[in-house]
Structure formats: C-alpha cells, structure tokens
Nanobody, 122 residues
C-alpha cells in the first residue's frame, strides 16, 4: 500500500511558477506510476501528467504541455510537478495518485493523496 501527501500549492500571479511535491510512503514506491490530476470548481477531476516508475516515460495533457514538467526522485520517494507560465485556468485542487501504469484515466489509479490548492490570480 502507498500513502501520498501533496504539498507546494498556494496563491500565485498569472505568469508565475509553482512546484508541487507528492511524497509517498512505502518500500515499493519505484514500482508505481504516479499521476497528477486536478479538479477545478464545478468540473470533474482531469488528467494533468503522469510518470512511469522508472521515470523514463512521461505524458501530459495538451493543456499543460510545454508549461508543466513531471519528475521523480525514487530515493526520496517523491514526485514533482513543476508548473510554469501559470494562468487562471490552472486554478484547481491538485492531486497525485499511484497506479500500475501511466494512464490518463483517473479510475485506473489505486491510491490518492488529499490534494493541494493552487490558485492563480489574473
């Protein structure tokens, strides 16, 4: 079993940057793919990015491609989401999730964190 804790959210102006962290417990962390998802007010949870357990494969939603970068440090049991050129449409609660593959489908992830709020002001 894996427990996930997100951090790094906050309030930032449009055009700014934030780095989110997803800290995981469990000795098998490196065997899990980690995905980042977000839920904006009044919307469903949507895929943002995912990374394979080895870190050798990543995938992004079109809306964040070129602005966000997902990475991981298996020695530290942590996955990062570097978010640059933020705009108000990025405002959401961001969640990380662990699963068996690099899926964009949130229903294929087994473990979830509690989320961290990101607010981008115009």
């Amino acid at each position: 079993q894996v427990q996930l804790v997100e951090s790094g959210g906050g309030l930032v102006q449009a055009g700014g940057s934030l780095r989110l962290s997803c800290a995981a417990s469990g000795r098998t962390f490196s065997s899990y793919a980690i995905g980042w998802f977000r839920r904006a007010p009044g919307k469903e949870r949507e895929f943002v990015a995912t990374i394979r357990g080895s870190g050798m494969y990543t995938a992004y939603a079109d809306s964040v491609k070129g602005r966000f970068t997902i990475s991981r440090d298996n020695a530290k049991g942590t996955v990062y989401l570097q978010m640059n050129s933020l705009n108000p449409e990025d405002t959401a609660v961001y969640y990380c999730a662990a699963g068996s593959g690099t899926f964009s489908d949130r229903f294929k992830y087994d473990y979830w964190g509690q989320g961290t709020q990101v607010t981008v002001s115009s």
